[in-house]
């Protein structure tokens, strides 16, 4: 199967996972936080967000396996791949034991860090202990999803979190219908998760390029991916901390019911920063492959052509939000979190700078990296300190806008210099031609679509919804058909959607 085939099924079934998501957040999280209350709901999520950001103690190899793996693998190194596994296997068994360590400590430390009561304490204390278990697993299991990356099997693990979101859906039933504690929810929840784990094992096992799943440490092989790795860290490390630590300064300085707010906003947002970011995922070995070989075709294509697509989805689905965010969110949680609107507007806007997803799958695939660690410090440290200064007044607002500075730090750099200076790419075609464009097209179609149906009385909520998404679709349709994407672009689409699906290897 090709590349580009592989990467377009990859996006459909990452996609469609995405929706799946998405369906499964809109319908458990106003039953969560309606059954458990908005205390309790926004305990959950704390728990989730201090386990997210030990993440961190990646340290980078995610992307360093994906790559190493890929390039070895397109060359044939076998033996080296088989290694890498091995010795990846022994370091995610050191660190996840780490973070079962560091999640003690915090269960530990809770109840002072967020000033909880004794009632909301002892809830906290058995999150985090099922946190322990699932984490360990979950390390491992993120080393078997790098490998299937890098083999190109990309979206066949979405494939398989629709039966585990049926489970979990299930769980959700349960627990309305025996009425089950918080504990026993968040339980059933997380190792719902880690029945992916067997099934994963199985496809590897399947692949032609085999691998022990015998843990041993190879050292000269380790060392020769750990300084890209360290790179990549250096720049994630900052990147992560500005997303994952926002919420965790929400949490210290307002308290669990502001940060139960930004779980409900999260919900919409994340979602479209996912559909974003998944593209680099697929895109990095194509990217690493076509930086290896010198191929400027392929190369351009990603730059160019990935960011307009890119952004001609994002452009219809953040726009389209943000003429009905008011009435969805009322919807689904209730009138009584109308005031967040404002918040969740600004936030799914700054959605938009992840136009530059595509990209970045060439800026990890490069070795250059040190000028992107640079910036991703100043921005995510500035950001951080505003957000601390912000939130106390403006609460789940404050983060919001700190968020949207860090973005605009960020894109500034990305387009004055490392796209010109390093990747050496045409500003003005990315800027102009690739974004601009689809994004103000798309923005002219959405203020019409608003306006129009201004003429019209609709009272209930679901009327404005879907008279204000359908009018938003007549005007956008024609105008990405017919004027965004050229012959050459509907020529590329036909090609991937008239192929019958080939066997992965």
């Not at 560091?102 to 530990?108: K, T």
């Not at 009632?119 to 202990?129: C, G, K, S, T």
């Not at 585990?164 to 039933?173: D, F, N, V, W």
């Not at 990549?232 to 707010?261: C, E, H, K, M, Y």
Request: hydrophobic share 50%; aromatic share 16%; proline share 3%.
């Amino acid at each position: 199967m090709s590349s580009s085939k592989k990467a377009f099924g990859g996006l459909f079934w990452n996609l469609s996972g995405n929706v799946l998501n998405v369906a499964y957040t809109l319908f458990s999280v106003p039953i969560l936080l309606h059954h458990f209350g908005k205390e309790q709901y926004g305990l959950i999520g704390l728990a989730f967000q201090i386990n997210v950001y030990l993440q961190l103690m990646d340290m980078g190899l995610a992307s360093g396996n994906i790559r190493f793996f890929s390039k070895w693998i397109a060359q044939g190194k076998l033996s080296r791949v088989s290694k890498l596994f091995q010795s990846s296997l022994v370091f995610y068994g050191v660190i996840g034991i780490v973070n079962v360590f560091i999640l003690g400590v915090c269960a530990y430390l809770s109840q002072w860090m967020w000033h909880l009561d004794n009632a909301q304490a002892v809830i906290m204390h058995r999150l985090f202990y099922v946190l322990m278990i699932s984490a360990f697993f979950g390390w491992i299991s993120t080393l078997f999803d790098q490998f299937l990356k890098a083999n190109e099997i990309l979206g066949w693990e979405q494939r398989l979190l629709i039966f585990i979101k049926i489970i979990q859906l299930i769980i959700l039933y349960l627990t309305l219908r025996l009425d089950l504690s918080v504990t026993i929810y968040f339980m059933l929840a997380c190792f719902a998760s880690l029945l992916i784990f067997p099934f994963t094992i199985l496809r590897i096992r399947r692949l032609k390029n085999k691998v022990s799943f015998v843990p041993k440490y190879y050292r000269r092989i380790f060392m020769a991916v750990l300084p890209y790795s360290l790179s990549a860290f250096g720049v994630q490390i900052f990147q992560f901390s500005a997303t994952t630590l926002r919420p965790l300064i929400l949490s210290f300085r307002s308290g669990i019911n502001p940060f139960a707010d930004y779980r409900i906003l999260n919900g919409f947002a994340s979602t479209i920063m996912t559909m974003s970011v998944g593209f680099v995922g697929i895109l990095i070995p194509m990217a690493t492959k076509a930086v290896a070989s010198g191929n400027t075709s392929s190369r351009d294509k990603i730059a160019y052509q990935g960011t307009k697509y890119l952004t001609i989805f994002l452009s219809l689905i953040v726009f389209g939000f943000v003429l009905v965010s008011k009435d969805v969110l009322c919807m689904w949680v209730g009138d009584k979190y109308a005031y967040l609107d404002p918040w969740l507007k600004l936030w799914v806007l700054t959605m938009l700078f992840s136009h530059t997803s595509a990209i970045s799958s060439l800026v990890f695939a490069e070795n250059r990296l040190m000028p992107v660690m640079y910036i991703s410090a100043f921005s995510a440290t500035t950001s951080l300190i505003l957000a601390w200064y912000l939130v106390p007044q403006y609460q789940v607002g404050g983060i919001i806008i700190s968020y949207l500075f860090y973005c605009i730090s960020q894109i500034t750099f990305y387009y004055s210099y490392y796209y010109r200076k390093v990747l050496r790419l045409d500003i003005g075609r990315i800027l102009f031609r690739s974004f601009f464009t689809p994004a103000v097209l798309l923005c002219i179609c959405a203020v019409a679509a608003h306006y129009s149906v201004s003429f019209f009385v609709l009272n209930g909520r679901v009327g404005r919804i879907l008279a204000t998404g359908s009018a938003f679709i007549i005007f956008s349709c024609p105008i990405v058909f017919f004027v965004l994407l050229n012959a050459d672009d509907k020529m590329f689409i036909k090609r991937l959607l008239s192929r019958r699906k080939e066997p992965a290897g």
